[in-house]
């Protein structure tokens, strides 16, 4: 089993910044590519960066250039650093493991075995 928390969100003008945590548990998380979606009402989740356990990096294009993701094995935490928020970027992000000893950086949420609860992201124009 795996669990993860994210931690970080909040309300921030179009512009700033704002740093996601998402910690996991577990002894998988050193094994385990691990993605950041998110969602807003009515919309299906999507895809917004990941980081694979070699360290190969994948961003969607909207984000690509503002958002940075890394991870930390020895904290078993992956991070979103984002940069030059827009009030597009609102919505409530999701932190995702795939523990499935993956090859690939998969992009559908479906490729994902393990998700936090999300926290809220708010950009305010």
């Known amino acids: 089993q795996v669990q993860l928390v994210e931690s970080g969100g909040g309300l921030v003008q179009a512009g700033g910044s704002l740093r996601l945590s998402c910690a996991a548990s577990?002894?998988?998380?050193?094994?385990?590519?691990m993605g950041w979606f998110r969602q807003t009402p009515g919309k299906e989740r999507e895809f917004v960066a990941a980081?694979?356990?070699?360290?190969?990096?994948h961003y969607a294009d909207s984000v690509k250039g503002r958002f940075t993701i890394s991870r930390d094995n020895a904290k078993n935490t992956v991070y979103l650093q984002m940069n030059s928020l827009k009030p597009e970027d609102t919505a409530v992000y999701y932190c995702?493991?795939?523990?499935?000893?993956?090859?690939?950086?998969?992009?559908?949420?479906?490729?994902?075995?393990?998700w936090g609860q999300g926290t809220q992201i708010t950009v305010s124009s």
């Open positions: 577990g002894r998988m998380f050193s094994s385990s590519n």
């Open positions: 980081i694979s356990w070699r360290g190969n990096i």
């Open positions: 995702a493991a795939d523990t499935s000893y993956p090859r690939f950086i998969v992009v559908a949420p479906g490729g994902y075995d393990y």
